[in-house]
């Protein structure tokens, strides 16, 4: 319900995704001036799908296809689960868990693409399952159709794929050579993909990975693994609350997940080990060590991408919920499901009042708080007061001056590896983005020739060359009066920088 009655969601990464696809969209309409600041690379590219979704003319605004792709999102998710609960005999019940999962980490940080790719990543294994059961050409064209998918939603998560489906084929090693002509046509159509679309985006100015590896290995690791199993209970949940209240319910939530599994560890090992080894349990026992061990191995960052052992978290939690529903914990604990289904009721009902209090904040952040679009001027961020509860969910909103009104914005896109959009013009005409001023509090004047600059603030600040002449709220609209902006008819248009 929430995924339709909000005019704007608190998912960090979402405007710039938004902005792209709106640039896309009407790059060769009349009426904006897009094709003078933005390039589009004729390129093919992972992490697109969202891209392309809310980009289609089959639907009246790329707001409102945002609103069906998260809504999609939010019925695969769980149906995802309920599914492989069925195929696995498990207790349906527990499928409900997996509501408390919904919005993870990813969602919450605008990762839109990855957001997707769970739920078909899920898919994925279930139908390697069934082709490790009846290896037809019907499971082979499924794989491979999954896979292609997943690269348009995820390089990470298409690569992951990748790995299980050979973890998976070792695990039958005795069959490793069977049907190895269909195992062929499932994976090598993405790996051409793969091939093409990061040779498109490789960078002298990146550091390589050995190296990267090397040093990170030797140092930065160990300093960081206790904020790493922090991670582990905090991640998927503790955007609901402020630190220390977000942190208790995120950590409850996941005490709760893997109390069957710890629970049986201590009580009857013999029997977890047993149902864990069982049947196609095994692949998902599998599926889960994987995820654990990448989870507490891989870096945080990598050259030219940020945030990656943080993603096999929400693997984790699902494969724990998924396992845990074919155990027999009845016998032992009679009410754990029960009182599960209370949890997640009382979950939702917080979760709601997150959402309720968010639109509520919202309020006075509309269309009209932007100036109109007019060739050649351009506008900007500093959002100083970011934050949504423990989220800085408000950094990218000056992206909504593309998004509502076609306008010309500095943003994040322009200068991350990965971005489907390239700037075409100087860094003085639109200067990098300075997302995160609120942790330094410091503005370096970046933004002196640009036409305007929005800002959350609840503090009055003066920014040289800038008068305030719009409030909304804690929004402020601040318009250049200098006598040296440049204007567009005196701005330089530089061929397109190479990144």
């Not at 349906?92 to 990855?114: D, K, R």
């Not at 860094?427 to 300075?434: F, I, K, T, V």
Request: proline share 4%; charged share 15%; aromatic share 22%.
């Amino acid at each position: 319900m929430w995924m339709l009655n909000l005019h704007v969601y608190p998912f960090i990464d979402v405007p710039n995704h938004l902005s792209a696809a709106t640039i896309v969209r009407y790059y060769d309409e009349p009426g904006n001036n897009f094709k003078d600041y933005y390039s589009i690379p004729d390129k093919i590219k992972s992490n697109t799908a969202h891209l392309y979704f809310t980009s289609s003319s089959l639907f009246p605004s790329v707001d409102f296809a945002n609103k069906v792709y998260y809504l999609l999102y939010v019925i695969l998710f769980p149906l995802s689960i309920l599914i492989v609960i069925k195929k696995l005999n498990g207790n349906i019940w527990y499928s409900l868990f997996a509501f408390m999962f919904v919005f993870n980490f990813e969602v919450t940080f605008g990762f839109v693409g990855y957001t997707m790719s769970v739920p078909f990543l899920i898919l994925l294994i279930l139908f390697l399952i069934d082709f490790f059961e009846t290896p037809t050409y019907k499971y082979t064209f499924y794989l491979m159709f999954l896979n292609i998918l997943l690269f348009f939603f995820h390089f990470q998560t298409a690569i992951y794929a990748l790995v299980i489906l050979l973890i998976f084929s070792l695990y039958n090693y005795k069959h490793f050579w069977d049907n190895i002509l269909k195992k062929l046509i499932a994976i090598v159509p993405v790996l051409v993909l793969m091939v093409i679309s990061y040779s498109s985006d490789a960078s002298p100015h990146y550091q390589g990975l050995f190296s990267y590896f090397l040093d990170y290995y030797s140092s930065t690791y160990w300093i960081t693994f206790i904020e790493r199993l922090r991670d582990f209970f905090i991640l998927e949940n503790f955007f609901m609350f402020t630190q220390e209240w977000g942190w208790t319910i995120a950590t409850f939530v996941v005490l709760f997940i893997t109390f069957p599994i710890v629970f049986l560890f201590f009580k009857n090992k013999p029997e977890l080990i047993t149902k864990l080894k069982s049947g196609n349990n095994i692949y998902f026992t599998i599926f889960l060590t994987i995820s654990l061990i990448l989870f507490l191995i891989l870096p945080d960052n990598l050259p030219g991408q940020n945030v990656v052992f943080q993603r096999f978290s929400i693997f984790i939690m699902l494969t724990l919920i998924i396992l845990s529903s074919t155990f027999d914990l009845s016998k032992y604990v009679k009410n754990y499901v029960p009182v599960g289904v209370v949890i997640v009721f009382i979950y939702m009902a917080l979760l709601s009042n997150y959402f309720f209090e968010f639109k509520q904040e919202t309020r006075y952040f509309t269309e009209d708080i932007f100036p109109d679009a007019k060739k050649g001027q351009t506008l900007s961020g500093l959002i100083y007061d970011g934050k949504y509860r423990a989220n800085s969910v408000y950094i990218h909103y000056q992206n909504y001056y593309t998004i509502w009104k076609k306008g010309i914005t500095s943003n994040s896109n322009l200068d991350f590896r990965y971005s489907f959009i390239r700037r075409k013009v100087s860094m003085d005409c639109l200067p990098p983005y300075l997302a995160w001023v609120s942790m330094s509090d410091k503005y370096d004047d970046r933004f002196k020739y640009m036409d305007y600059i929005i800002t959350r603030d609840s503090a009055e600040r003066k920014i040289t060359n800038f008068m305030k002449i719009r409030t909304s709220g804690t929004w402020n609209l601040y318009e250049n009066v200098s006598d040296t902006i440049n204007h567009y008819d005196s701005k330089i248009i530089y061929p397109p920088l190479g990144y």
